[in-house]
């Protein structure tokens, strides 16, 4: 047999594995959901085309069933009702990630619970390194366990998003460079509840559906340990 | 939008050889399905870094395979029918005695289908996914070192190695 011949068997006989259609749907529904969240929020003026990407998701829905209906959903209320706030769209947005995560996933790109593993996974892929906190910090006996991180695009730029778990939640908590120091403070938003604070280095944001005392703890228990980081 | 648009008119086409590419690196159709999601989601955050003119297929492929052989490493440690299916290549051998000629023409097809698709899945991942894309999707030698991030030269030498393991196999098998 030479190498002709190979070619003809493997052409000729070796399955192929086309996509089908479920599988496009998806990617057209994740698209869509994406590129709504990517839509720059402050374009206010783009109603109709907000609305009109909405009904473009509709004839998608059909072949990727209810969690992309969810999803899309999610979305919809999210783009139909922008609250003016200080935080502008922000809020919204994160909650609309985080939802998204945990429906479309990925909840997280790099999954671990250690450290080590996590923060090199972001090289490359952020124009910053992280704070990533797991071992050797009083997190994990508060009972908040590192389940791994993404990035996640947060007003069209990639950002850090590090998946933590209590009990059966999940917290999201995203961060991005600053440069000056803000005082913890609570947000809600469609029942997911969000903290936000930063240490003049970093402006983090948690968000999840745990209560919003527990989300508190968190957020302390975190600052405490960044602190003797 | 427009965005959108140029990615589904340039990415959503190769969806097929992406699916295909993935459910040749990988051990299930589950897997495979979310590693090409995966792949396209990223393919559609990053789109801004494909360049005008640049060709979008070794760049998604590029992603693709990444995405698979995360998804592979992620696996390692449970075992991988995809790298060395023993059993069925046993049953193979069993059902189909390579020194029958030609009676068993109604069976011909399939059973050649089923000898290439065993001896492709005894290739280790990485001469797997360079037999892939040369034989079964016609790429050119550049474009796989693109896609696997490797130098030509060692495309060529993973391709003449794939090629001498595969008709070794097959050879034995009683093909062509």
Not at chain 1, 23 to 31: E, I, K, N, S
Not at chain 2, 23 to 46: C, G, K, M, S
Not at chain 2, 56 to 82: Q, S
């Amino acid at each position: 047999m030479n190498d002709d011949d190979l070619t003809r068997l493997l052409k000729q006989h070796a399955t192929r594995h086309p996509a089908d259609e479920r599988l496009r749907a998806a990617v057209r529904t994740q698209m869509t959901l994406q590129a709504a969240a990517q839509e720059a929020p402050p374009a206010r003026p783009s109603w109709r085309e907000r609305l009109a990407s909405l009904t473009r998701i509709h004839p998608l829905l059909a072949g990727s069933g209810g969690l992309a209906l969810g999803a899309a959903l999610t979305m919809a209320a999210v783009l139909i009702a922008p609250r003016l706030t200080p935080d502008g769209p922000l809020p919204d947005e994160l909650v609309a990630a985080h939802v998204r995560a945990l429906q479309v996933g990925p909840l997280y790109e790099v999954a671990s619970s250690d450290r080590h593993t996590v923060k090199p996974w972001f090289q490359g892929r952020l124009d910053y390194a992280p704070t990533v906190l797991e071992l050797d910090s009083p997190l994990r006996d508060q009972g908040f366990t590192l389940l791994g991180g993404r990035v996640q695009s947060v007003q069209g730029r990639p950002t850090a998003a590090l998946v933590y778990q209590v009990r059966l939640h999940k917290i999201d908590l995203y961060q991005w460079p600053v440069d000056r120091g803000a005082a913890p403070e609570t947000l809600q938003r469609r029942g997911f509840n969000l903290v936000r604070w930063s240490d003049g280095a970093m402006q983090y944001w948690a968000v999840s559906d745990v209560d919003g005392a527990e989300l508190q703890r968190f957020a302390s228990a975190w600052r405490t340990a960044a602190a003797a980081h | 939008m427009t965005d959108v648009r140029r990615f589904e008119a340039t990415v959503l086409p190769l969806l097929d050889v992406a699916h295909n590419l993935a459910r040749w690196l990988l051990r299930d159709a589950a897997t495979a399905e979310d590693a090409v999601q995966e792949a396209a989601l990223r393919a559609f955050r990053y789109f801004g870094s494909l360049r005008g003119g640049e060709d979008a297929k070794p760049w998604f492929l590029g992603i693709v395979r990444n995405a698979c052989f995360t998804a592979l490493a992620r696996e390692r440690g449970r075992a991988d029918v995809t790298l060395l299916d023993e059993d069925a290549w046993d049953r193979l051998e069993a059902q189909s005695p390579s020194p029958m000629p030609d009676p068993l023409a109604a069976l011909g097809t399939r059973r050649e289908q089923l000898l290439v698709d065993a001896a492709l899945r005894a290739l280790s991942p990485p001469m797997r996914e360079v037999i892939v894309l040369r034989e079964l999707e016609g790429l050119d030698y550049r474009d796989i070192a693109q896609v696997a991030g490797i130098p030509i030269g060692t495309v060529m030498s993973r391709l003449s190695r794939a090629r001498a393991q595969l008709k070794r196999q097959l050879s034995l098998a009683g093909l062509p």
